[in-house]
């Protein structure tokens, strides 16, 4: 019986290891392809093109979850004209331009403006798109402040790095405000809504997109033109891309296609349902909120099961005599227990494939982010469960004659994994619900979904609204299954 | 047992460092009435223990043969239950040499798990396996040492419990048992492998008073068969009855042995009047 629980248990981590690996081999055939890609030349190529995750109209998501946008229908019409595919890498904007420099991805379109300081970095194409830059407020403060000079004292948001956080510091002078910088539009609408800011200022089809959109907001003042949208490589790199890419802009100006394009988005189009209403919201939501759920269940799946296999590994040799495998488990369970997820992300994403020359796939760097994390902690579950049990346990099954590794099998694990069952519980809900930081490397998991949705209609509280209900919901049907399973198991 | 200095095994003599030389020999025991077989089971010479600067055992000489009943009886903190544990090497032994049979315990190339087959223990606090049947407690050993196939390990743990009269309780978890039970049970699994000699360590120590006498009957009717059994214990009655010999520990070494009508009807070292004193 005893026997049965335990290879049951232990065929279910290999199964879930035997997961990965076929992930794994998934994997492997598209990067060699891709390495293949860049030395060939002609019709058929694919290039891995980064972009902003929010950035509407010119990078969101559309009610089906897809990728969509000015940028991505440029791009996808040149893809076309001239004969290459394009991978996305929806990755948010600063990522986006990391990911072209560690050789990530091999473009960037991100609604990027041309300046200087760029052009010292990245090969912009020809100019596809003149932005301009607009001031917007409530509507109720609308009938106090129509424009820069009546900003005096008051507070505007501006984007952080971006055109309009310089052009609001070259008029700071002049009209005496105060500058906060922000990380996204989002950010932006909401501080201004909610009265932290008095008035934000954004490129003008953004702001005017999210009106459309019902943000609530106003646009005030007179737009100011800021310069010019271009598509951009690693400097000295992909120049045939690049050509490409303004071979096929000439084609879709002279073809009228390129109009069609920015006509769809800033031309107020309706697309049949109602936005407005919340339940409008989940039917036009809920697609790429289910598949973000899908993913966030998925690499919590496969991370939990390598979690537990090098948790237990760990685990065991902090218990060791020997001191050499205690030292290396109390090295890693401090390394991992001791610093932020957040970090390892970011290392496993941008830093690694700069140290090995490879780019790693973002399952890749997600799964092993949560499973060295989450290793760290079930080490010390296990430890705690089986120094735990009972001496006299051990002792009556070695005074029968039985080693010390029997010993453990037999007697002292079933016993230590009854005592942990509810500890590891937890440690997977933890898990499930740390696999949401994985959205700052552009994993498309579930909270990263709504971040884009509410990045293209900015109804930020009822989206994450949402989104808390449909975790709540999966993390409360895992645990009832995993209380099943307890039971079933461990009774 | 007979606790013997080797040079000197029939005389017998009060305490010295070496623990008083009392006989051993074969032939009828005057206690018990049993035949005590010539073959020496358990050999100890100079068994010290020390745990640090705590110096548990200080120096343990002595013989047991087959079929003999040894009990060792003591004051807490004598060493009796340290001394019951180095004769399987539950405790590392810190000096002096044991030997069970044709096996020296303190021989490091001596795979102490074979060694250990031979020896059944049983423990104070029973010390069962609650994750498994009273059954698979039994059959886990000859199972997993490759003795018997699963169906001919069943069975054996059947007659095992047959034996112990608790043949029903087969299936029974056991936290579903009384104390008695599950300490039935709990020599039923020792004596799985066959073992050459049982251990008891303070075996009803932790029953409840009215269930002592079954768990005494079970050790009795094993006497009666011919195991050879080392037992500490404070059941001074059960000691004079089913004992060929007697040993009274104190301070880490052994004061007095002897016949129970020795130990118990003439006393001879003040330490033992004592303790007889406080406990019959």
New interface residues.
């Given amino acids: 019986?005893?026997e049965t629980r335990f290879r049951t248990a232990v065929r279910t981590l290999l199964a879930a290891m035997a997961a990965l690996g076929v992930l794994l081999l998934g994997i492997a055939p598209a990067a060699s392809a891709a390495t293949l890609a860049e030395g060939e030349s002609g019709s058929g190529e694919t290039y891995t093109i980064a972009t902003d995750t929010t950035f509407a109209p010119f990078e969101f998501r559309d009610s089906s979850g897809n990728l969509t946008g000015i940028d991505i229908d440029i791009m996808e019409a040149i893809a076309e004209d001239q004969g290459f595919e394009v991978e996305w890498q929806s990755l948010g904007f600063n990522a986006a331009l990391q990911a072209v420099q560690s050789g990530q991805a091999d473009g960037v379109i991100a609604g990027m403006g041309i300046t200087d300081e760029r052009a010292e970095i990245f090969d912009f194409s020809e100019p596809y798109f003149t932005g301009t830059l607009t001031l917007a407020t409530t509507e109720a403060n609308a009938e106090e402040i129509a424009g820069w000079e009546d900003l005096g004292g008051k507070t505007l948001a501006v984007k952080t790095g971006s055109l309009s956080e310089e052009e609001a510091k070259a008029q700071q002078e002049e009209y005496g405000f105060e500058i906060t910088s922000l990380d996204q539009t989002t950010t932006m609408v909401e501080s201004v809504k909610s009265g932290s800011a008095d008035a934000l200022m954004d490129d003008y089809p953004i702001i005017a997109y999210g009106v459309e959109q019902g943000s609530g907001l106003v646009t005030i003042g007179e737009e100011i033109p800021t310069g010019d949208y271009g598509f951009a490589v690693n400097k000295g790199q992909n120049a045939e891309l690049l050509q490409k890419f303004d071979a096929g802009l000439a084609e879709l100006q002279e073809s009228g296609e390129y109009d069609e394009i920015v006509g769809t988005y800033l031309g107020g189009e309706d697309d049949g349902v109602d936005k407005s209403s919340f339940w409008g919201l989940i039917v036009t939501a809920l697609p790429a909120l289910l598949s973000g759920l899908g993913n966030t269940l998925l690499v919590t799946g496969i991370s939990f099961a390598l979690a537990m296999i090098l948790g237990l590994a760990f685990g065991f040799m902090k218990i060791a005599s020997n001191p050499v495998l205690r030292g290396i488990a109390v090295t890693f369970i401090s390394i991992f227990r001791g610093t932020p997820i957040l970090v390892w992300a970011f290392f496993f994403y941008f830093g690694l494939p700069q140290l090995i020359g490879t780019p790693v796939n973002i399952w890749v760097a997600g799964v092993m982010t949560l499973t060295f994390n989450g290793a760290a902690y079930i080490a010390e579950i296990v430890r705690g469960a089986v120094q735990s049990v009972?001496p006299?346990?051990a002792?009556?099954?070695?005074?029968?004659?039985?080693?010390h590794g029997?010993t453990m099998q037999?007697?002292v694990l079933?016993?230590a994994f009854?005592m942990m069952t509810p500890s590891l519980i937890n440690q997977l809900v933890i898990m499930l619900k740390d696999s949401s930081l994985l959205l700052a490397i552009g994993f498309a998991e579930l909270l990263y979904q709504a971040q884009q949705i509410y990045a293209a209609n900015f109804r930020v509280t009822e989206v994450l609204l949402i989104a808390a209900l449909l975790y709540f919901i999966a993390i409360t049907a895992l645990t009832q299954l995993a209380n099943y399973v307890d039971r079933k198991v461990n009774k | 047992m007979s606790a013997s200095a080797p040079e000197t095994p029939e005389t017998p003599g009060p305490g010295n460092d070496g623990g008083p030389v009392t006989s051993g020999t074969p032939g009828t025991s005057p206690g018990t009435g049993r035949t005590i077989g010539e073959t020496v089971v358990v050999d100890v010479q100079d068994l010290k223990k020390s745990f640090g600067d705590n110096h548990v055992l200080t120096g343990i000489t002595g013989q047991i043969r087959e079929r003999q009943v040894v009990c060792v009886i003591g004051p807490s903190g004598s060493g009796k239950s340290t001394f019951l544990r180095c004769l399987?090497r539950?405790e590392e032994i810190s000096g002096g040499t044991v030997r069970i049979g044709d096996y020296d315990l303190t021989d490091p190339k001596v795979d102490i798990?074979?060694?250990?087959?031979h020896?059944?223990?049983v423990?104070q606090?029973f010390?069962?396996?609650?994750?498994?049947?009273v059954a698979?407690n039994i059959m886990?050993?000859p199972v997993?040492?490759g003795n018997l196939s699963k169906a001919e390990a069943r069975q054996r743990a059947e007659e095992l419990l047959d034996r112990v009269g608790l043949a029903d309780k087969a299936d029974a978890r056991p936290a579903s048992l009384s104390g008695g039970q599950k300490q039935r049970v709990?020599i039923a699994?020792?004596l799985?492998?066959s073992p050459q000699i049982m251990l008891f360590d303070e075996a009803t120590s932790a029953l409840d008073p009215e269930m002592v006498g079954e768990v005494l009957q079970v050790i009795r009717d094993l006497a009666e068969e011919g195991m050879t059994m080392v037992l500490v214990t404070h059941e001074m009655g059960f000691a004079r009855e089913v004992a060929d010999r007697v040993l009274f520990m104190d301070g880490g070494k052994i004061v007095e042995a002897g016949t129970p009508s020795e130990i118990f009807d003439n006393p001879q070292q003040p330490r033992l009047q004592e303790f007889l004193s406080k406990v019959l």
Avoid: C, W, Y
């Fill in positions: 019986m005893r009972d006299g346990q002792e009556a099954s070695r005074s029968l004659g039985l080693g029997k037999r007697v079933p016993q009854k | 399987n539950l798990n074979k060694v250990r087959r020896i059944g223990m423990f606090q010390n069962l396996f609650p994750h498994m049947t698979e886990l050993a997993e040492l709990a699994r020792a799985a492998m």
